[in-house]
């Protein structure tokens, strides 16, 4: 299927023994990730932008009934955990201990699971007074966490598929560095609901 | 050396037959596949703006309907904005940003045929819709409340919505790979401070598209919840707000106006100084204008938006910044000349258009100034000297520049020469045709004819105007048949190029044409900004150390971001049909939502993770290289 798995040239000698200039590059997926994450970034400032952009002038419905503090408190520390238990996995794995690492990964999908779970729990409890068509605050609440929540998923979505990879770092597919990429991304969507809280949850109830 | 183009040409030849067609990474292929495809958008969009000017070519015309014409201008701005003039650019881009910079390929290239594949089915999806007779039918703006479900019931405007989401996967993707690829891959040497000076614009308008399609994003999505699911975003009625799908749309728009000059003026920067025999004049200002029009790009939206009613404040700060721009794009537009002055131009076909892309960008720039002042756009708003404005920007900033760069790449992409004198014609007929269509609209607009009436009474006055406008459009849309003409019968007939028929200074031009599959045997170093005329070899190599060819694997040098020193070897992927079959998965999930099938949409979504997955997976058999 590919030219990666056809065989070795080896009948030229002076092919195969001429040294390479310099290491095998290591940080070509991080690059993609990193403007992925950029680009992302760019998406969740025009949702809060809209956000603010929709508030009328003298702020009304953000003191009107301020959404309710303690679940979204509760996902806060859940995702935030989660980053700590990944960035610990990722140590590991950098120590040479695999096992660690993916149980390490295996505890942060349960916790982005419990996450979602505790979203979709919440949300219950607000549709019962907030309907996403109610008003322009029901529209841009609900679509801002909400495609939070499918960040949440899709980085769920990769740390799975990192748990299913055989060798965490296969020794001479340097250009992925799969544990680390996927791990930029958890903790740039655990970066997004710092925000969300402080602007959509706290911000209110302050005032 | 027969061996080693043998051996080279096994490592990153693609397999044979169809498989292979579909499988190819190849930036080559795929940037050859951009070209093609968005030129048969641009000749789709000229169809279509000869359909337009045929009903306009008289008074109380009935030859479309009201709906028809709507659908039909729609679809011209659409095409023509976004499948068009954008990926062109990444056609030319595609293929000669790594040849340029003396890399092997761009640094994802399975992510570049992911671009291309969602790029054409986006472009079909869109298509699909003027088939059943629902096209988009609100301009390529599509400003609410005339796009909500209450004034635009059926398929329309989920269309709209629904293919600018999907096609912005394919540009997004896109940008990614250049930035990633300008930054790591340039050859040892080639200091940021000797980038040819297209890769300047290549990088600045990535970055935007990477800043500012969001916006688009956000608005589309907006669209869709606001029309299928109900929610309030551009409800009055419910806190919504009209004004802010025209804030996102345009924090994208503007960007996006630069996004589709910008590398054209780069290209011009290119070619000119060839055709000029002689570097360029300020090549520093030049590099630092063209990153400057783009942020400064940023914090000119607002002039789209002077007749909503806003502060004085704030349409002070955005007139002044609109008319900043015009500094940046005068540096470019006075170095471009002063080369001229300097040199000795070479009458080319390449040349002429580019001669005739500054004249009209000096007209759209000056009538775009006169724009951009607020009384006066308060008259102007919404006539025809908008539409001649934005013409002669994006048809000459855009077209005229993309023929200039065909005339000049032409012999690189195919070996062979064009006809120039069947060239320099068909720059006349379209450089005439191209002013007697849009000129007049400027006296239309100042007539008052507003933009996308489908007709207009007898004795309005603007009769005549139009009918210039009309006959100017048959003879644009002819200079561009001549061109297409020349292009394809040349593929046969054309004189062989060689190398370097124009005595050329990039690297591009130091290898064979059309180049092999590895483009260079040796890796390049380069010394300075004109390096097929200096005096260092670029290819030297005598001991073979950036041959890359140990054990049958794709490689290729990655240097440092600012000075280019050699930093590692990447390992290149084969190729594959991966890409493939996600954009096809993409495709059902943007039907599945189009035609409302959750159920769908979830497997589609589903076997796009799959594919992705099985895109990225390590492969088993992997020789030992390091």
Redesign the interface.
């Known amino acids: 299927?590919?030219?990666?798995?056809?065989?070795?040239?080896d009948r030229?000698e002076?092919?195969?023994r001429?040294?390479?200039?310099?290491?095998?590059?290591?940080?070509?997926g991080t690059?993609?990730m990193t403007?992925?994450i950029?680009?992302?970034a760019?998406?969740f400032?025009?949702?809060f932008?809209?956000y603010f952009?929709?508030a009328?002038g003298d702020w009304r419905?953000l003191t009107e009934e301020p959404p309710k503090l303690p679940l979204a408190l509760t996902m806060l520390a859940v995702l935030v955990t989660s980053s700590v238990v990944l960035h610990w996995a990722e140590k590991k794995e950098r120590a040479g201990e695999p096992r660690r690492a993916r149980a390490g990964i295996g505890a942060t999908v349960v916790l982005g699971l419990v996450f979602v779970a505790i979203q979709i729990f919440e949300y219950r409890d607000h549709l019962k007074t907030l309907k996403?068509?109610?008003?322009?605050?029901?529209?841009?609440f609900?679509?801002l966490t909400g495609?939070h929540g499918l960040h949440v998923v899709t980085g769920l979505?990769m740390l799975v598929?990192v748990l299913?990879?055989?060798?965490l770092r296969?020794a001479?597919?340097?250009?992925?560095s799969?544990l680390h990429n996927a791990g930029l991304y958890w903790h740039f969507v655990d970066a997004v609901w710092v925000l969300i809280v402080a602007l959509v949850y706290v911000l209110p109830n302050l005032r | 050396m027969a061996?080693l183009e043998q051996?080279l040409e096994?490592?990153?030849g693609?397999e044979p037959g169809i498989r292979g067609w579909f499988s190819t990474v190849d930036h080559k292929k795929i940037g050859l596949r951009y070209l093609v495809t968005a030129f048969l958008f641009l000749l789709v969009g000229g169809i279509e703006a000869l359909i337009l000017r045929t009903q306009l070519a008289r008074a109380d015309a009935n030859l479309l309907s009201p709906e028809a014409y709507n659908q039909i201008f729609t679809m011209h701005g659409m095409t023509m904005i976004f499948w068009y003039a954008s990926p062109i650019l990444s056609g030319f881009g595609n293929y000669l940003v790594p040849l340029m910079i003396g890399s092997r390929d761009m640094?994802?290239p399975r992510?570049n045929a992911f671009s291309y594949w969602v790029f054409v089915l986006s472009g079909l999806f869109l298509y699909s819709s003027l088939a059943i007779g629902q096209a988009p039918h609100a301009g390529w703006f599509a400003y609410v409340p005339y796009t909500t479900s209450r004034y635009s019931p059926g398929l329309n405007m989920d269309f709209y919505a629904l293919a600018l989401l999907f096609l912005t996967i394919s540009t997004?993707a896109g940008?990614?790979n250049f930035?990633?690829t300008i930054?790591?891959m340039r050859a040892p040497g080639m200091a940021i401070s000797r980038m040819p000076l297209v890769m300047y614009s290549t990088l600045t308008t990535s970055l935007s598209v990477?800043?500012?399609?969001?916006?688009l994003?956000?608005a589309c999505?907006?669209l869709e919840?606001?029309r299928r699911?109900?929610?309030?975003?551009f409800?009055v009625h419910?806190?919504?707000?009209p004004i802010?799908w025209q804030?996102?749309f345009w924090?994208f728009g503007h960007p996006w106006v630069y996004i589709v000059f910008l590398p054209a003026t780069g290209m011009i920067s290119m070619l000119l100084p060839v055709f000029s025999r002689r570097p360029i004049v300020g090549y520093p200002y030049v590099a630092v204008a063209t990153v400057l029009t783009a942020v400064v790009g940023f914090g000119v939206w607002v002039h789209h938006m002077f007749a909503v009613g806003m502060t004085q404040l704030s349409m002070s700060f955005f007139s002044a910044a609109s008319m900043t721009i015009s500094l940046f794009s005068a540096v470019q537009v006075f170095a471009w000349i002063a080369t001229l002055w300097k040199g000795r131009p070479v009458r080319t076909a390449s040349l002429l258009f580019a001669l005739g892309f500054i004249a009209a960008l000096v007209i759209g720039g000056l009538n775009g100034i006169v724009t951009a002042v607020i009384p006066v756009d308060w008259q102007l708003h919404a006539t025809y000297f908008i539409v001649a404005h934005l013409h002669y920007v994006l048809v000459g900033a855009n077209v005229f520049p993309v023929f200039a760069a065909l005339y000049y790449w032409y012999p690189k992409f195919t070996g062979r020469m064009l006809d120039e004198r069947l060239g320099k014609a068909s720059f006349w007929v379209m450089f005439v045709g191209f002013n007697v269509t849009f000129f007049p609209m400027h006296v239309t607009g100042l007539l008052g004819m507003p933009r996308r009436i489908y007709t207009y009474p007898a004795g309005s006055g603007w009769e005549s105007w139009n009918v210039a406008s009309s006959a100017g459009a048959v003879i644009l849309s002819a200079g561009i048949l001549m061109s297409v003409w020349n292009f394809l019968a040349s593929r046969r007939a054309g004189a062989l190029a060689g190398a370097n028929p124009w005595n050329a200074d990039t690297l591009e031009w130091a290898i064979p044409s059309p180049p092999p599959s590895y483009a260079f045997e040796h890796l390049p170093t380069v010394r300075t900004r004109h390096p097929l005329w200096d005096e260092w070899d670029e290819l030297d190599d005598p001991s073979?150390?950036?041959?890359?060819?140990?054990?049958?694997?794709?490689?290729t040098?990655?240097t440092s971001i600012l000075d280019a020193r050699?930093?590692?070897?990447?390992?290149m992927?084969?190729?594959?049909l991966t890409p493939l079959w996600a954009a096809l998965a993409l495709t059902v999930l943007f039907v599945a939502l189009l035609l409302r099938i959750p159920w769908v949409a979830l497997a589609a979504l589903l076997l796009t993770?799959l594919a992705s997955?099985a895109w990225?997976?390590?492969?088993?058999?992997?020789?030992?290289?390091?």
Request: aromatic share 12%; hydrophobic share 45%.
């Open positions: 299927m590919s030219s990666l798995a056809r065989p070795l040239d030229d002076s092919a195969s001429r040294p390479l200039p310099a290491p095998i590059d290591e940080r070509r690059a993609a403007l992925f950029a680009t992302e760019a998406l400032l025009m949702l932008f809209t952009y929709l009328p419905w996403p068509w109610t008003d322009a605050y029901g529209s841009i609900y679509t495609i979505a598929y299913c990879l055989p060798v296969p001479d597919r340097a250009p992925f799969p | 061996g051996r096994g490592i990153w693609g640094a994802y992510l997004t940008a990614i930035i990633a930054l790591r990477v800043f500012s399609l969001p916006a994003s956000a999505v907006f919840l606001d699911w109900g929610t309030r975003f409800d419910h806190g919504g707000q802010l804030h996102l924090f073979g150390e950036r041959i890359l060819d140990r054990g049958g694997r794709r490689l040098l990655v050699p930093k590692a070897v990447a390992t992927p084969g190729d594959t993770a997955a990225l997976w390590p492969e088993k058999e992997v020789a030992k290289i390091a």
